[in-house]
């Protein structure tokens, strides 16, 4: 794997009993990359990341990470799943312990890292997504954008090398939907490696470094954003963004 290869997807096969959902997916990844993964829904976008993270199970193919493969039946997930932050579209923060108490969990209890350099870190975590003053609160006091936020700000606690995210804003109104994106934004100007499964055909094109377009458990093709939103290489590719009148 070439030095600059942060994450290598080869060949990777998922089935679900005989329904084959990832078909031979092949991706690399730098470090520092922002991959967005575009497609139909049903595609396998959001398996494809819950086999990074070692959520799913894959019936063939490697995943390398660092340089180490994560398809091994000896790989020690608990150890890599502090690498590799995710947030899904569900915030699952624990709705009887406060936003500070979520996000103090993970890095004390699995990391075993000094409460006063977490708290620390989980001040200007939230600090820096504008959520500071709710650091007390309970999940059910909070909108969905912040719950979305303080999901981001627990796993960014983990110190990741690489975030994965899904369709964290699926479902968020409309309205909160901007305030969970910019946090995004602003993590990949901070030069943070994340692979990011979307329907914010606008969002994808302004933080993607390039676009993977996944149809029927395979990908389609691989372009910068530019050249993906107004020249894209195939048929199918054409046909998703005329629904979103790209």
């Not at 993270?53 to 180490?68: I, K």
């Not at 200007?124 to 609160?137: A, G, H, M, T």
């Not at 107004?230 to 199918?236: A, C, E, G, I, W």
Request: proline fraction near 4%.
């Amino acid at each position: 794997m070439a030095n600059d290869i942060f994450m290598e997807i080869k060949d990777l096969k998922k089935q679900y009993g005989a329904k084959t959902v990832l078909n031979g997916i092949n991706l690399t990844v730098k470090k520092g990359d922002v991959a967005v993964i575009l497609g139909p829904s049903g595609c396998g976008k959001s398996t494809l990341l819950r086999c990074l993270n070692g959520l799913e199970p894959v019936q063939g193919g490697d995943v390398f990470f660092a340089g180490q493969n994560l398809t091994d039946k000896n790989t020690n997930w608990q150890e890599i799943r502090q690498k590799i932050g995710m947030v899904f579209q569900s915030y699952d923060l624990f709705p009887h312990m406060t936003v500070i108490e979520n996000i103090l969990l993970g890095p004390m209890k699995v990391q075993r890292r000094d409460k006063a350099e977490v708290l620390k870190q989980a001040k200007e975590l939230l600090d820096r997504v504008s959520l500071l003053d709710r650091k007390n609160s309970y999940p059910r006091e909070l909108s969905g954008g912040q719950k979305q936020r303080i999901a981001i700000v627990r796993a960014l606690c983990m110190n990741p090398e690489i975030m994965l995210f899904d369709e964290v804003t699926a479902s968020l109104d409309p309205e909160m939907v901007r305030e969970v994106l910019d946090v995004i934004l602003n993590l990949a100007k901070q030069g943070m490696t994340m692979l990011i499964v979307t329907h914010e055909m606008n969002f994808a094109e302004s933080v993607a470094d390039k676009i993977v377009f996944i149809d029927k458990g395979q990908v389609c093709e691989t372009s910068e954003p530019k050249e993906f939103f107004l020249n894209p290489k195939t048929d199918r590719a054409k046909q998703f963004l005329n629904i979103f009148q790209y």
